[in-house]
């Protein structure tokens, strides 16, 4: 999960062009933010389970089982996010901190080398104290195939009621369930593991699950549509008693949410650093997209994400 950074030799030839095709891109460009493609997944060999409804409230949590305990990291050693791309990728023995991605660059798609049944599981890599990451999106009800037509919750989408499929509660609800479903795909990599008793309905220990935002995933023009799917994201893990976090860029966050200042109470994860250096610079001189706090800055080394924690930069 990462912007590429290009090769600043190859940049010099096509700097030209590349910058008149973006301009271009962007005067024809008819909204903020809506790609096309990936949508959330609706192929029945990748989606593994429904996406749960709603509930009003949670469960009262389960007992779980006791996890391991891991040798605490060496200093100023950086933090690496990993997922799919990843997949039979050699990963370093020595890291401060992991992050792995929970789903396959998409909603409602699996990591497939997430949990045990990986011929090298990710989160087993990472440690049972891994961050994790999850895809967000709103497709709208044109194109998703788990649109929640008729869904009746705290919110109702397109009911008797609530007529109308492309509403702001819609966009919630699909929220919603993109985030239980991801929360499920987590837990069962638990379970897989022998992290987790089968029986829990909730992921054990304590992380924060940062809701990836990126254009390369398909959002509304409209941003107050795209801010309640996450909205409705957000919720649903807090009603899983999860910290939540955003991971995204000022660029990007501006086109998808408008610039919005709703989720300022929560962390920001920026991309897009060139390298150590830089990372730790953006740290001090860089607001937070989310106008909360800024967590941490990534950059690309060597193949992978390295991540540093802005609080150790402080």
């Known amino acids: 999960m990462h912007l590429p950074i290009p090769n600043r030799g190859e940049s010099r030839r096509r700097l030209l062009i590349v910058a008149l095709g973006v301009f271009g891109l962007l005067a024809t460009a008819a909204g903020p933010a809506a790609a096309v493609e990936p949508i959330d997944a609706r192929e029945p060999t990748t989606l593994q389970r429904a996406a749960p409804p709603p509930v009003d409230a949670p469960a009262p949590t389960p007992p779980v089982l006791t996890l391991p305990p891991i040798a605490p990291p060496a200093p100023d050693v950086p933090g690496i996010d990993v997922s799919?791309?990843?997949?039979?990728?050699?990963?370093?023995?020595?890291?401060?901190?992991?992050?792995?991605?929970?789903?396959?660059?998409?909603?409602?798609?699996?990591?497939?080398?997430?949990?045990?049944?990986?011929?090298?599981?990710?989160?087993?890599?990472?440690?049972?104290?891994?961050?994790?990451?999850?895809?967000?999106?709103?497709?709208?009800?044109?194109?998703?195939?788990?649109?929640?037509?008729?869904?009746?919750?705290?919110?109702?989408?397109?009911?008797?009621?609530?007529?109308?499929?492309?509403?702001?509660?819609?966009?919630?609800?699909?929220?919603?369930?993109?985030?239980?479903?991801s929360y499920r795909i987590a837990l069962d990599a638990f379970v897989s593991l022998g992290w987790a008793d089968p029986d829990v309905e909730r992921v054990p220990g304590e992380r924060t699950w940062w809701l990836d935002v990126e254009t390369a995933n398909s959002w509304r023009g409209d941003p107050s549509l795209n801010v309640a799917a996450l909205q409705g994201a957000v919720d649903y893990l807090e009603s899983m008693d999860a910290e939540v976090g955003f991971y995204s860029t000022p660029l990007l966050w501006g086109r998808v949410t408008g610039g919005t200042d709703q989720f300022a109470d929560y962390p920001a994860w920026h991309a897009g650093a060139s390298d150590l250096a830089d990372a730790r610079a953006r740290c001090v001189t860089e607001e937070a997209f989310t106008g909360g706090e800024l967590a941490m800055v990534q950059w690309v080394e060597a193949g992978l994400d390295r991540n540093i924690a802005c609080a150790a930069e402080s």
Do not use: K
């Not at 709208?140 to 195939?145: L, N, Q, R, T, V």
């Open 84 to 181: 799919w791309p990843q997949c039979g990728a050699a990963l370093p023995a020595e890291f401060g901190f992991a992050i792995v991605g929970v789903n396959a660059g998409r909603v409602y798609a699996p990591n497939p080398c997430l949990g045990a049944s990986a011929t090298e599981s990710q989160l087993a890599w990472a440690g049972p104290d891994a961050h994790l990451y999850l895809n967000t999106a709103n497709p709208g009800p044109g194109i998703s195939g788990y649109w929640p037509h008729g869904q009746r919750s705290s919110r109702d989408c397109n009911t008797a009621a609530r007529p109308g499929a492309d509403t702001a509660d819609c966009a919630y609800l699909y929220g919603w369930n993109a985030a239980a479903d």
